[in-house]
Protein backbone atom coordinates (compact mmCIF):
# COMPACT_ATOMS: atom_id res chain seq x y z
CA UNK A 1 0.00 0.00 0.00
CA UNK A 2 2.40 2.62 0.50
CA UNK A 3 4.51 2.05 -2.37
CA UNK A 4 1.24 2.68 -4.23
CA UNK A 5 0.88 5.85 -2.29
CA UNK A 6 4.63 6.58 -3.19
CA UNK A 7 4.18 5.73 -6.96
CA UNK A 8 0.64 8.10 -7.21
CA UNK A 9 2.38 10.62 -5.62
CA UNK A 10 6.07 10.53 -8.06
CA UNK A 11 3.44 10.19 -10.87
CA UNK A 12 1.37 13.49 -10.00
CA UNK A 13 4.77 15.65 -9.65
CA UNK A 14 5.81 14.26 -13.31
CA UNK A 15 2.09 15.20 -14.51
CA UNK A 16 2.76 19.10 -13.02
CA UNK A 17 5.87 19.24 -14.03
CA UNK A 18 4.32 18.09 -17.89
CA UNK A 19 1.20 20.15 -17.78
CA UNK A 20 4.00 23.30 -17.12
CA UNK A 21 6.71 22.03 -19.56
CA UNK A 22 3.47 22.19 -22.16
CA UNK A 23 2.11 25.17 -21.16
CA UNK A 24 5.40 27.03 -21.78
CA UNK A 25 5.84 25.30 -25.36
CA UNK A 26 2.10 26.27 -26.68
CA UNK A 27 2.57 29.99 -25.38
CA UNK A 28 6.06 30.03 -27.14
CA UNK A 29 4.12 28.90 -29.93
CA UNK A 30 1.58 31.28 -29.76
CA UNK A 31 4.18 34.80 -29.30
CA UNK A 32 6.76 33.71 -31.43
CA UNK A 33 6.90 33.55 -34.88
CA UNK A 34 10.66 33.80 -37.31
CA UNK A 35 11.34 34.10 -41.02
CA UNK A 36 11.68 30.64 -43.29
CA UNK A 37 14.35 29.43 -44.50
CA UNK A 38 14.59 28.78 -48.53
CA UNK A 39 16.55 27.29 -51.31
CA UNK A 40 16.65 29.06 -54.43
CA UNK A 41 15.11 26.10 -55.89
CA UNK A 42 12.05 27.64 -54.08
CA UNK A 43 12.44 30.94 -55.17
CA UNK A 44 12.73 30.25 -59.05
CA UNK A 45 10.00 27.97 -58.38
CA UNK A 46 7.32 30.54 -57.04
CA UNK A 47 8.83 32.39 -59.66
CA UNK A 48 8.15 30.10 -62.64
CA UNK A 49 4.46 29.86 -60.90
CA UNK A 50 4.29 33.65 -60.61
CA UNK A 51 3.76 33.32 -56.99
CA UNK A 52 3.59 36.69 -54.21
CA UNK A 53 6.25 36.60 -51.73
CA UNK A 54 8.38 38.45 -49.57
CA UNK A 55 11.88 37.68 -49.96
CA UNK A 56 15.46 38.55 -48.21
CA UNK A 57 18.45 37.57 -49.70
CA UNK A 58 22.06 38.10 -48.30
CA UNK A 59 24.53 36.05 -46.91
CA UNK A 60 24.60 34.59 -43.45
CA UNK A 61 27.99 35.45 -43.01
CA UNK A 62 28.14 39.09 -43.63
CA UNK A 63 27.22 40.37 -39.85
CA UNK A 64 24.93 43.13 -41.14
CA UNK A 65 22.43 40.37 -42.26
CA UNK A 66 23.12 38.91 -39.24
CA UNK A 67 21.64 41.35 -37.24
CA UNK A 68 19.09 42.13 -39.84
CA UNK A 69 17.93 38.82 -38.94
CA UNK A 70 16.54 39.92 -35.50
CA UNK A 71 14.51 42.65 -37.09
CA UNK A 72 12.95 39.91 -39.44
CA UNK A 73 11.75 37.94 -36.62
CA UNK A 74 11.01 40.72 -34.58
CA UNK A 75 8.60 41.67 -37.85
CA UNK A 76 7.26 37.86 -37.86
CA UNK A 77 6.21 37.69 -34.58
CA UNK A 78 4.33 40.83 -34.76
CA UNK A 79 2.82 40.77 -38.36
CA UNK A 80 1.77 37.15 -38.61
CA UNK A 81 -0.20 37.89 -42.02
CA UNK A 82 2.96 38.30 -43.72
CA UNK A 83 5.73 35.70 -44.33
CA UNK A 84 8.87 36.58 -44.90
CA UNK A 85 11.34 34.17 -46.29
CA UNK A 86 15.07 34.68 -46.66
CA UNK A 87 17.47 33.31 -48.83
CA UNK A 88 21.35 32.64 -47.97
CA UNK A 89 22.97 34.28 -51.27
CA UNK A 90 25.25 37.05 -52.55
CA UNK A 91 24.69 39.86 -54.59
CA UNK A 92 25.54 38.37 -57.37
CA UNK A 93 22.82 36.18 -57.15
CA UNK A 94 20.59 39.03 -57.02
CA UNK A 95 21.70 40.34 -60.91
CA UNK A 96 21.82 36.77 -62.12
CA UNK A 97 18.15 35.85 -61.32
CA UNK A 98 16.57 39.23 -60.59
CA UNK A 99 18.23 41.65 -63.06
CA UNK A 100 18.91 43.95 -60.53
CA UNK A 101 22.01 45.64 -58.42
CA UNK A 102 21.63 45.99 -55.36
CA UNK A 103 23.79 45.46 -52.18
CA UNK A 104 22.73 42.73 -49.13
CA UNK A 105 20.92 41.86 -47.29
CA UNK A 106 18.06 42.99 -50.18
CA UNK A 107 14.70 42.80 -49.23
CA UNK A 108 12.28 42.30 -52.03
CA UNK A 109 8.52 42.39 -52.81
CA UNK A 110 7.61 39.83 -55.47
CA UNK A 111 4.26 39.59 -57.30
CA UNK A 112 2.99 37.52 -59.51
CA UNK A 113 6.66 36.04 -60.25
CA UNK A 114 8.35 39.44 -60.96
CA UNK A 115 9.86 41.65 -58.14
CA UNK A 116 7.72 44.91 -57.77
CA UNK A 117 9.92 46.61 -55.24
CA UNK A 118 13.68 46.36 -53.72
CA UNK A 119 15.47 48.06 -50.81
CA UNK A 120 19.24 47.20 -50.22
CA UNK A 121 20.58 47.31 -46.94
CA UNK A 122 19.49 46.26 -43.67
CA UNK A 123 16.21 48.17 -42.70
CA UNK A 124 15.30 48.95 -39.26
CA UNK A 125 11.39 47.79 -38.16
CA UNK A 126 9.32 50.33 -38.74
CA UNK A 127 11.11 50.82 -42.32
CA UNK A 128 10.93 47.39 -42.84
CA UNK A 129 6.64 47.71 -41.95
CA UNK A 130 6.63 50.55 -44.14
CA UNK A 131 8.29 49.35 -47.07
CA UNK A 132 6.13 45.62 -47.11
CA UNK A 133 2.41 47.77 -46.05
CA UNK A 134 3.33 49.92 -49.27
CA UNK A 135 4.22 47.36 -51.63
CA UNK A 136 3.11 43.95 -50.21
Known amino acids: ?10 I ?8 VFLGL ?5 ATYATYKTVKASVVEKAIKNKDDMILV ?9 SSYQSV ?3 FATKNRKYTISYLDKSSSYLSKTFKIDA ?16 KSGALQ ?10 NA
Do not use: N, W
Request: charge should be positive; glycine fraction near 4%; aromatic fraction near 14%.
Open 57 to 65: VGPSSDSTV
Open 12 to 19: SVFGLVLV
Open 125 to 134: YYYLLDFIKE
Open 72 to 74: LTE
Open 1 to 10: MEFIKKFAKE
Open 25 to 29: FIYRQ
Open 103 to 118: ATPCTLIIKDGKVKAH
